[in-house]
């Protein structure tokens, strides 16, 4: 990311300001942070150094009276069903309304994800309980690199204990 | 009241211990954001369905057995706080800024020794953060992961397979891990190399904060450096890249000390003994000021160069002297002239109390 100041050198400074309840955000270069830092005034409302949105989206306030209601738009507004947001409010306050946002604005943010986190699916812990099949799923792609690897090196009593594993496994997934 | 326990003290029980690579290494703290499945995110919940949350986590930490960290935690609600406790919970780095000031059935649960907390409704649902001293980020991360397992026996978490943890910013999304190290460093400052180091960390998808105080340029020559991916890379590579990072930052921190020691050494000790000389006997300091002196003396201790203070002085005073802990102590509202002078005065004690 580039300064938002001189846009020459790289962003090495990120944090957002709260001032009155209004958030702004910051990527300021070292030289600019330091410039920037004799022109600002104290601050009371204290800085939250830990949110960080990547200036991808507009900050601006909005969505300030609970859920956004639809009558005025035109019906071909991306909304999402649950909460009622829209995208074009998700894109200026840079926050979803709900997890079914992610649904709801589907593939629109695949983009974002990319540009955020240069990737746009989760390869992280899967929760035990809740996870779905997807852990099930993760195991039998491991199982099936080791299986490969087996044959390979044609450990091939191994290699079958692992096929009969991998086969019970997927009849789960399937039951 | 329970609180004071929290409020009262200044220094953490897990800032009293030495970490490992404390003399650079601050400290180690991982969050991680969890939303509760079937109800909107805390920015568009209602009044009743924020309580709804935190009744949730109260029902979740009754579960049998609890984890031992948790054993006698308690759950504070922010409505409960003054604005002076929550302040002084912010300054703590217990609570978030936006948990204080704008949540709803905002609430925290801080565990005895406030190695964790879990903010309830800040952005996120529940927000469980785990501090370590010194150079922890995977002991940090395990702590998260167990009490985040152990939460996940009672609660339904938003998830799905292709983001997975649904979090309300875009920036948290996937594993909704947060990891970040603080560190100490004034010799790369003096030497100018922090102007090259910092860029090369932004370009591996780390971010490098400075600690921000009433004033808005970095402070003491504190650092936060921390992930900025969390969607695409499993919890642990997140961890083991931020560590090694940060490794490396500690490698050149050692190398610009070694090399200042070696060349510099008089205008150095000259330096440290100066700012000890004003932390010992000035009657007025700014926080910006304070803030700087005390990152000469610690840089001094941490050489050798000062043997009668202690390294714990920075930790402790850098939370002591900022505005909600002096007024706290004061047990009143302070101006900030007022506040310069009471906190010349915390420090003159502090320091003379050491030799
Ligand atoms: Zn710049
Ligand atoms: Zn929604």
């Known amino acids: 990311m580039q300064c938002q100041e001189c846009g020459k050198r790289p962003a090495t400074l990120h944090y957002t300001k709260i001032i009155n309840g209004e958030k702004t955000e910051f990527h300021l270069c070292d030289s600019c942070a330091r410039d920037k830092g004799e022109q600002m005034p104290g601050f009371d409302g204290g800085f939250s150094i830990h949110h960080l949105l990547s200036g991808l989206l507009n900050m601006e306030p909005s969505v300030a009276e609970g859920k956004p209601r639809g009558q005025t738009e035109a019906p ?54 809740t996870g779905g099949k997807l852990k099930l799923r993760r195991e039998i792609e491991q199982l099936r690199g080791e299986l490969s690897k087996r044959i390979q090196n044609e450990e091939f009593e191994e290699a079958a204990r692992l096929r009969d594993h991998i086969r019970s496994l997927q009849e789960k997934l399937q039951g | 009241m329970s609180l004071r326990r929290f409020t009262q003290h200044a220094l953490s029980e897990w800032m009293r211990g030495e970490g490992p690579q404390s003399d650079i290494v601050i400290s180690s703290r991982v969050r991680v954001a969890r939303n509760l499945s079937g109800l909107p995110f805390p920015m568009l919940a209602t009044s009743s369905q924020s309580a709804e949350v935190v009744r949730k986590v109260e029902e979740a930490l009754r579960q049998e057995p609890v984890h031992p960290i948790l054993r006698k935690a308690e759950l504070l609600r922010m409505d409960d706080l003054s604005d002076l406790e929550k302040r002084v919970l912010v300054e ?88 970040s190290v603080m560190v100490h460093l004034p010799a790369l400052a003096m030497t100018q190399q922090r102007n090259r180091l910092f860029p090369a960390i932004t370009q591996v998808g780390l971010a490098v904060r ?38 490396q930052m500690i490698e050149h921190e050692k190398n610009a000390r070694r090399r200042l020691m070696e060349t510099t050494r008089i205008p150095l000790e000259d330096r440290v003994h100066r700012s000890l000389g004003i932390l010992g006997h000035a009657r007025v300091i700014s926080s910006k000021e304070a803030m700087e002196r005390l990152s000469d003396v610690r840089l001094g201790v941490d050489l050798g160069i000062l043997s009668a203070v202690s390294a714990n002085v920075m930790n402790e005073l850098m939370v002591k002297t900022q505005p909600g802990f002096l007024q706290q102590h004061a047990q009143m509202r302070l101006d900030s002239d007022e506040r310069d002078i009471r906190r010349a005065t915390m420090i003159r004690e502090h320091i003379h109390k050491q030799d």
């Open chain 1, 76 to 129: 071909s507004v991306l909304r999402c069903p649950t909460c009622g947001l829209t995208y074009n409010q998700f894109s200026k306050i840079g926050r979803f309304g709900c997890s079914n946002c992610y649904q709801a604005f589907g593939e629109r943010l695949e983009p974002l994800f990319r540009r955020v986190h240069g990737n746009t699916s989760h390869r992280g812990k899967v929760p035990q309980r």
């Open chain 2, 92 to 179: 703590k780095h217990l609570i978030s800024p936006h948990l204080a000031e704008e949540s709803r059935c905002g609430a925290v649960v801080l565990s005895a020794n406030e190695a964790v907390s879990i903010m309830i409704n800040e952005e996120d649902h529940i927000r469980i953060q785990c501090l370590f001293p010194g150079f922890q980020p995977f002991e940090a991360w395990r702590l998260a992961n167990e009490l985040d397992d152990w939460f996940e026996n009672t609660l339904s978490y938003a998830f799905n397979e292709k983001s997975g943890f649904l979090t309300s910013c875009p920036t948290n999304v996937g594993t909704g891990i947060r990891a």
């Open chain 2, 210 to 247: 400075g600690i921000y105080g009433e004033g808005s340029e970095a402070l003491g020559n504190l650092y936060q450096v921390s992930n900025q991916v969390t969607l695409g890379q499993a919890e642990e590579e997140i961890i083991d890249k931020l560590q090694s990072v940060v490794r």
